[in-house]
C-alpha cells in the first residue's frame, strides 16, 4: 500500500468527523449533565504522550469556563506518584485515551479508585475497549479511529470532545453553540493552506522546528510538535511564547522555523516574540483567526470568527499536513513512524 495514505486520508477527513462528533454530542445527556456539573473541588486530565498534551489545553479552557480548578498530569504520574497528584476535596478525574487500552492509564484510573474516588469521565475512541466500559460516564469519538498510528483525527475529536463537556459544566450554550461552527471553517483552511504546508515541507533548509503557544494553545503547540517529531523524526521543541525568550532562543539560526499559535488573550506580546525571532534569523509561521499586521514570513489565517478557547481544533490541520509532507519529503513512512506502536502496553 502506498505510503502515508492512511494519515493523509486521516487529516483530510476531520471536518466531517468533527461534524459527526459534535452531532452524536446534541442526543439527550441529562444524566451527565446532572453528574458532570456536581461541586467538583478540582477537576484533573491525565492521558499518555498526545492526550497529554490535549489535556494541558483542555484543562486550561474547563477552569477558563467553569471557574473550577483543573490542571492535567501524565498518567504514569498519577499511576506512580499518588501523593503527589491527588489532594483532598471532591475530585474528578477525565481519563483520555484514543485506544482505551493505554496500560498507563488504566493504571492511573486503577490508582484513582484505589483511593476511594468513583467520579471519573472517560474520552476515547473505542467504546468496547476496558478504558469505555468501566467509565462511570464516557464521551467517543468513533468515527476518529484512525489505521495510522500517529493521532491525527482523533486528537482534535477528542479534544471537541473535552470542550464539549466544559461547556456542559460550564452550562454555557452559547460555547456550545459555537462549537458546532468549527467544521464550517475546515474544508477553507485545508483547501487554502496545503500548498503552503507542502511548500515549507520541501524547503530542506529548515531544520528545526519550533513550535509556541500561550494559555490554552500551549497544550497544541506540544501535540503540533510531537507530530513533526514523530512523522518525520526532524529536531521540534515546542515552549510558551513568551519562555522562549529564556534560554531557548540561543539555538535560533536562519534553519529555524518557529511556528507561532497566537492567542487573543497575549496577540501583542506573541507577536513582539515573533518579531524579535525574525530579527534573528528564524523563518516565522504565524496562525491566528485574523492576520492583519502580524510579523511573519508567512501566515494562516484561520477566519473561522471564534475566539481562543473555540478555535483551538482549526489550529492542527495545516501543522498536521506540515508533519506528513515532511514525512513524505524524507522519504518516511508517517502511517508506521520510527520505533512507536499506535498502542504503548506495558
Not at 513568551?242 to 487573543?264: A, Q
Request: proline content about 4%; some cysteine; hydrophobic content about 40%.
Amino acid at each position: 500500500m502506498e505510503r502515508g495514505i492512511h494519515t493523509y486520508k486521516e487529516i483530510l477527513s476531520q471536518g466531517e468527523t468533527w461534524r459527526s462528533t459534535i452531532q452524536s454530542m446534541t442526543v439527550p445527556q441529562k444524566e451527565l449533565k446532572d453528574w458532570i456539573r456536581k461541586p467538583w473541588d478540582e477537576v484533573i486530565f491525565t492521558g499518555c504522550g498526545s492526550t497529554y498534551y490535549l489535556s494541558l489545553s483542555a484543562a486550561a479552557i474547563w477552569q477558563s469556563i467553569t471557574g473550577i480548578r483543573a490542571r492535567a498530569v501524565p498518567a504514569s504520574e498519577l499511576w506512580l506518584f499518588p501523593e503527589a497528584v491527588l489532594t483532598a476535596g471532591n475530585k474528578l478525574l477525565i481519563a483520555v485515551s484514543r485506544s482505551g487500552e493505554t496500560s498507563e492509564t488504566l493504571h492511573a484510573v486503577n490508582k484513582f479508585e484505589a483511593l476511594d474516588n468513583k467520579d471519573w469521565l472517560a474520552i476515547t475512541c473505542y467504546g468496547e475497549r476496558e478504558l469505555a466500559l468501566r467509565a462511570p460516564f464516557r464521551l467517543l469519538a468513533e468515527r476518529a479511529q484512525e489505521q495510522s498510528v500517529a493521532q491525527t483525527r482523533s486528537f482534535s475529536s477528542m479534544y471537541i470532545l473535552s470542550q464539549h463537556a466544559a461547556g456542559l459544566t460550564g452550562n454555557d450554550d452559547n460555547y456550545l453553540a459555537n462549537l458546532a461552527s468549527i467544521p464550517n471553517a475546515f474544508e477553507r483552511l485545508i483547501h487554502k493552506y496545503e500548498p503552503l504546508a507542502n511548500e515549507l515541507a520541501q524547503n530542506d533548509e529548515l531544520q528545526h522546528f519550533v513550535f509556541l503557544g500561550s494559555g490554552v494553545n500551549f497544550g497544541l503547540a506540544c501535540e503540533a510538535m510531537l507530530k513533526m517529531k514523530e512523522m518525520s523524526l526532524s529536531v521540534s521543541e515546542s515552549f510558551h511564547f513568551l519562555e522562549y525568550r529564556h534560554g531557548p532562543k540561543s539555538m535560533v539560526t536562519p534553519s529555524t522555523l518557529v511556528i507561532g499559535m497566537l492567542n487573543d488573550r497575549a496577540r501583542n506580546q506573541e507577536m513582539k516574540v515573533l518579531e524579535e525571532m525574525q530579527d534573528m534569523g528564524a523563518i516565522v509561521l504565524a496562525i491566528d483567526d485574523t492576520v492583519d499586521d502580524i510579523p511573519a514570513d508567512y501566515v494562516v489565517e484561520i477566519q473561522s470568527g471564534l475566539n481562543s478557547l473555540e478555535r483551538g481544533p482549526l489550529l492542527l490541520p495545516v501543522l498536521q499536513l506540515l508533519a506528513y509532507y515532511r514525512s513524505m519529503e524524507k522519504g518516511l513512512n508517517p502511517d508506521r513512524p520510527k520505533n512507536l506502536d499506535a498502542v504503548v502496553v506495558l
